[in-house]
């Protein structure tokens, strides 16, 4: 069986570096005042406790750039992390474990091992953190990748 999921929009979002608010679009990268910008994004994986997971991958191919956030700041990490909801400021340096750092708009990332982690575990969801590998490049210029929640997609196959 296959399951598509999209990012829950109120569970998602971006935290700044000075703090400033939880937009609901996703930004990872560097603002026109050179403070950073971390995105989350969390996936109701509720459905899926007890089965297991044959393959599970994150779709970013709807994400877009501003300037070139991979080149001028040394990558978008995309990692998983654990954030208690609602998401707040004090998730901003939450520890997690680094996926891929990308250097474009990815293909489809296999993360099949963390989801089958997070189902075995009982949780109920699955996170992903994107942020720059590198401090900001200081050029007063905003250089980011952006998500909409609405188009992100975590496919997941599964045993029925």
Same mark, same amino acid.
């Given at each position: 069986?296959?399951?598509?999921?999209?990012?829950?929009?109120?569970?998602?979002?971006?935290?700044?570096?000075?703090?400033?608010?939880?937009?609901?679009?996703?930004?990872? /990268?560097?603002?026109?005042?050179?403070?950073?910008?971390?995105g989350?994004?969390?996936?109701?994986?509720?459905?899926?406790?007890?089965k297991?997971?044959q393959s599970?991958?994150?779709?970013?191919?709807?994400?877009?750039?501003?300037?070139?956030?991979?080149?001028?700041?040394s990558?978008?990490?995309?990692?998983?992390?654990?954030?208690?909801?609602?998401?707040?400021?004090?998730?901003?340096?939450?520890?997690?474990?680094?996926?891929?750092?990308?250097?474009?708009?990815?293909?489809p990332?296999?993360?099949?091992t963390?989801?089958?982690?997070?189902?075995?575990? /009982?949780?109920?969801?699955?996170?992903?953190?994107?942020?720059?590998?590198?401090?900001?490049?200081?050029?007063?210029?905003?250089?980011?990748?952006?998500?909409?929640?609405?188009?992100?997609?975590?496919?997941?196959?599964?045993?029925?």
């Open positions: 069986a296959q399951i598509v999921l999209n990012a829950v929009a109120s569970e998602s979002g971006t935290l700044y570096e000075p703090a400033a608010g939880v937009p609901s679009t996703i930004l990872a /990268g560097d603002t026109s005042s050179n403070d950073i910008a971390r989350y994004m969390s996936f109701d994986i509720s459905s899926l406790i007890g297991t997971v599970a991958s994150l779709a970013l191919g709807s994400c877009s750039t501003m300037q070139n956030p991979f080149t001028s700041l990558g978008i990490w995309v990692g998983e992390v654990q954030y208690p909801l609602p998401l707040d400021q004090a998730d901003y340096n939450i520890a997690g474990t680094g996926i891929v750092n990308l250097n474009a708009i990815p293909a990332i296999d993360v099949k963390y989801v089958q982690t997070r189902i075995s575990e /009982g949780k109920s969801r699955f996170q992903i953190r994107l942020h720059p590998a590198g401090p900001s490049d200081m050029d007063g210029q905003a250089d980011y990748i952006s998500c909409n929640a609405g188009s992100v997609t975590l496919t997941i196959t599964y045993n029925p």
